[in-house]
């Protein structure tokens, strides 16, 4: 039979795939052990770190390359060897880094059955360059992971409010900007609804080069957005719809008055992402909610709606605000 590799035992294949469709976390737990080991080895002198990072003597057999586990390691954290040797000496930050990739991707979350649940993590603040390069690595893979195997309902959900916020207007008119727009799962929805006149923003690009493929924005932007300006214009458009933009280490609160600055006085902005974010990830509990309140007080904008949704993924909410610019 078929086997994978985990840990130090060996799991027959058709097993896994059986508990990990019934119970996804599985593969979070196996990653991050896997990664955790690569962390304890690296921090210490012994056959293992031999056989990880050197190389033994004498030939391999001829035949298909096995995986090992440095690719595994290496498509996991998107680092070069180097750069992972350097991140696995500091205990803490590998330990960190461990987690976040098991999560990272919607079908590895940190929920019941692993020993780390999301809301007793710090999740390390990853810098935009490195999410970027996550996407970029994941980009092949992401539709298939996410709209196949994990039915995620935001794009859909995404483009539903916005129908529902743009109301009578004309949708082929509506000037829409897809902020962190990915392969363009959301922007694919709103074609559906009507809306034609659509751009996209986002850091990584091959995620964007995949969207580029579709032929349905008509300007993509490969860009970062926080709180320095894109190259857009002030007051430039009519909406701006953001599915799944906000999740540990990609969009901050101190992007929204960016996003503010490039819509129009009465148009409205569209955020949708996993609820769950809201409440455990130490950079928006208590933080991302109140700040947008704040831009409320300050006149800047005002709440429309603030709609839970079930099964963002099987079992998790989703949430959709909506906010009219002022
Ligand atoms: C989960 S995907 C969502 C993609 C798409 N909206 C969808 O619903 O499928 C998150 C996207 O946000 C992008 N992203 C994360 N942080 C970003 C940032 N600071 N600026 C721009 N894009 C960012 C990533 O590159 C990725 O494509």
């Known amino acids: 039979m078929e086997v994978l590799q985990v840990g130090l035992d060996w799991v027959p294949h058709l097993t896994v795939l059986h508990i990990f469709r019934c119970n996804e ?36 057999r001829r035949g298909r390359q096995k995986k090992s586990w440095q690719d595994n390691i290496a498509e996991w954290t998107s680092l070069s060897l180097s750069e992972r040797l350097a991140a696995a000496r500091n205990r803490r930050a590998w330990r960190q880094i461990s987690i976040f990739t098991a999560t990272l991707s919607p079908q590895r979350p940190g929920g019941e059955g692993t020993r780390f649940k999301l809301s007793n993590m710090s999740v390390p603040r990853l810098l935009s360059e490195e999410t970027a390069k996550c996407y970029d690595n994941w980009s092949g893979n992401y539709e298939k992971e996410l709209m196949t195997q994990l039915k995620c309902t935001a794009p859909r959900e995404c483009a539903d409010a916005m129908e529902k916020t743009m109301g009578g207007s004309n949708r082929k008119e509506v000037r829409v900007l897809d902020v962190a727009a990915g392969t363009g799962l959301c922007a694919e929805e709103l074609v559906k609804k009507g809306f034609t006149n659509i751009d996209a923003v986002d850091g990584s690009q091959g995620m964007l080069d995949l969207a580029e493929k579709k032929q349905i924005y008509r300007r993509l932007i490969c860009d970062f957005v926080g709180p320095k300006p894109l190259d857009i214009e002030n007051n430039t458009y009519d909406a701006i719809a953001c599915c799944s933009g906000f999740a540990a280490g990609h969009l901050k609160e101190d992007c929204l008055p960016e996003l503010i600055r490039v819509v129009k006085p009465g148009g409205y902005i569209v955020i949708t992402f996993r609820e769950e974010w809201l409440h455990h990830y130490e950079d928006y509990k208590d933080k991302l909610e109140p700040a947008m309140a704040r831009l409320q007080d300050k006149g800047l904008w005002e709440r429309v709606s603030r709609e839970v949704f079930p099964n963002f993924y099987p079992g998790k909410n989703g949430i959709t605000i909506v906010y009219k610019v002022l």
């Open 25 to 60: 976390p599985l593969l979070a737990t196996v990653k991050r052990r896997k990664l955790q080991w690569f962390g304890h080895v690296t921090r210490h002198d012994n056959l293992a770190k031999t056989i990880l990072q050197g190389t033994l003597e004498g030939g391999r």
